[in-house]
């Protein structure tokens, strides 16, 4: 599908851990409330997740990735109006994700923070695979494949658009001017990560938890020592948090917050949150069960998304091929 008075937008989310509300609120959210403005091409990022094989020991990974394909279209993603696919099954990503990494300087790729922190994580002594290090490249050939224009992304990964543009210099970066960094419930100095909640209860509400667990996370989250909301004295790491999250989910603003929210116990406002929150997950998952329960309908979208992709993506990677002086 092509619409050439739209801009176009690329953009995925690896397939490692569980979606949660960080992820609805910081990615899919911002990608369904555009659709009527760009172009969209959402992908799960499948070859992605293998970089550390240690986020998908024991599970399926194509079970993982179905579930977080069919989230997108529960959480709002029309698969008429956006074309979504599955990483691996347009080969272009792959193919042009090596012809970009020979082109890229191993010290480009050595500085990337997110290398730096996964490496810790996974241990790079211990034979994590060379893929994570290449991990750049690899987003790079994701956004060349269709001339992205914008790549909707969190604030851990605009290292890595930045990066991109130094070996594409295509697109630019969009980025949700609030709710970008959801941070974990448990500790609101780090961000809400799918892998975290894998390892810690309580660290995250994933879009498939059910609605008492749900509740029970957000009850349970850290705010401060001080026995109310205070604006005037500013707000602790995760008080904002949970603002943040009430905000995004609300469409209401900061002062409309402090309104509602100054002075108040901490209660009133973990309830306020956990009520949105139960009520977002009770739709999402009520359209999930009926897109994942239906096989047939399942698999012509997986194959009807992967087509819709290749048809840019194979004219991209002929070029790339041309220019490396692999075809004529």
């Known amino acids: 599908m092509t619409s050439p008075g739209r801009k176009r937008v690329l953009s995925g989310i690896t397939a490692t851990g569980r979606l949660h509300i960080g992820n609805y609120i910081g990615a899919i959210s911002l990608w369904a409330e555009n659709q009527d403005t760009y172009e969209n091409f959402l992908f799960v990022a499948d070859l992605h997740a293998l970089t550390i094989p240690e986020a998908v020991a024991g599970t399926s990974l194509r079970a993982r990735v179905e579930e977080i394909f069919a989230l997108y279209i529960a959480c709002g993603i029309d698969p008429e109006q956006s074309t979504l696919f599955v990483q691996s099954d347009v080969h272009e990503h792959a193919e042009l994700g090596w012809l970009m990494t020979c082109a890229t300087p191993v010290s480009w790729l050595e500085r990337s923070t997110q290398f730096k922190t996964k490496g810790k994580i996974a241990d790079v002594d211990a034979g994590v695979g060379a893929g994570l290090l290449c991990y750049p490249a690899l987003q790079a050939a994701d956004i060349l494949l269709y001339n992205a224009d914008y790549v909707p992304v969190g604030e851990d990964q605009q290292q890595h658009v ?115 929150a139960v009520d977002l997950l009770t739709d999402i998952q009520g359209r999930y069960h009926e897109i994942v329960d239906d096989r047939a309908q399942l698999a012509k979208l997986l194959a009807h998304g992967a087509d819709r992709a290749r048809s840019i993506a194979a004219g991209k990677l002929a070029q790339a091929y041309r220019a490396c002086g692999l075809r004529s």
Do not use: W
């Open 162 to 276: 930045e990066m991109s543009r130094d070996i594409a210099r295509r697109f630019n970066a969009l980025i949700r001017k609030s709710g970008s960094r959801i941070m974990g419930l448990d500790d609101p100095t780090a961000k809400m990560s799918k892998s975290l909640a894998e390892r810690q209860a309580g660290h995250a509400v994933a879009l498939l938890d059910p609605p008492d667990q749900a509740r029970r996370a957000i009850m349970r989250a850290v705010t401060d020592s001080r026995p109310a909301v205070d604006f005037g004295a500013g707000l602790a790491l995760g008080v904002d948090n949970l603002l943040t999250i009430l905000e995004c989910l609300t469409g209401t603003t900061r002062a409309q917050s402090q309104e509602r929210f100054d002075g108040a116990r901490y209660g009133a406002l973990k309830t306020a949150v956990a009520d949105v």
